[in-house]
């Protein structure tokens, strides 16, 4: 199973972060679920949320109001959209596949998007 | 909220290490899994549930605890082990992670 973030590495300030993973090995319609994780040297690691195959989806509180999670079975990829960023959301981006309240098992290599004018 | 102690620890290769990690209520089912992440590179799966020791990892390192206490112990540190290792929580939503421990090399 290997898992690929593509996406713009720099945003500008209020503007909207948008990234896809791209899943090989697995099916994206498998009983998995799908999650994105951000990593920044001073909060850690941080998960973001999830996605299933049917679109559902699970967000973290702290981020909930902003985030846009979905999957696009037929390219066998998910996505994430991060609107009204700021230099706090400048991290390391990484998708991962998890089972339902289950541990991360596949990471993607992660991607650094920075925010900046 | 996860807490891992200590920040960092300088050690030396062949020596057993004990990491900790703890939580501010009881993790539920002891959902409770451990990554080692080395830089540049994305978290690697080594424990889950707890105890149970992911693929392919070897049986050098164990997991332990139950309700708000865990632990990993590497019982004879590689070279490769220097790394930064961090809990991580999924018995309920959000799913959150400690701050990490960092194995350095003495």
Do not use: M
């Not at chain 1, 700021?86 to 650094?112: E, P």
């Not at chain 2, 009881?26 to 590179?41: I, R």
């Amino acid at each position: 199973v290997q898992l690929q973030e593509s996406g713009p590495g720099l945003v500008k300030p209020s503007g909207t972060l948008s990234l896809t993973c791209t899943v090989s090995g697995d099916s994206i319609s498998s009983s998995n679920w799908w999650s994105w994780i951000r990593q920044t040297p001073g909060k850690g690691l941080e998960w973001i949320g999830e996605i299933y195959h049917s679109g559902s989806t699970n967000d973290s509180p702290s981020l909930k109001s902003r985030v846009t999670l979905s999957v696009d079975k037929f390219k066998n990829q998910f996505s994430l959209k991060l609107s009204s960023v700021t230099a706090a959301d400048t991290a390391v981006y990484f998708c991962a596949r998890n089972l339902w309240f289950g541990f991360f098992d596949y990471w993607g290599q992660g991607t650094l998007v920075s925010v900046s004018s | 909220v996860l807490t891992q102690s200590p920040g960092t620890l300088s050690l030396s290769p062949g020596e057993r290490v004990t990491l900790s990690c703890r939580a501010s209520q009881s993790v539920s089912s002891n959902y409770l899994a451990w990554y080692q992440q080395k830089p540049g590179q994305a978290p690697r799966l080594l424990i889950y549930g707890a105890s149970f020791r992911a693929t392919g990892i070897p049986d050098r390192f164990s997991g332990s605890g139950s309700g708000t206490d865990f632990t990993l112990t590497i019982s004879r540190l590689e070279p490769e082990d220097f790394a930064v290792y961090s809990c991580q929580q999924y018995g309920s939503s959000p799913y959150t992670f400690g701050q990490g421990t960092k194995l350095e090399i003495k």
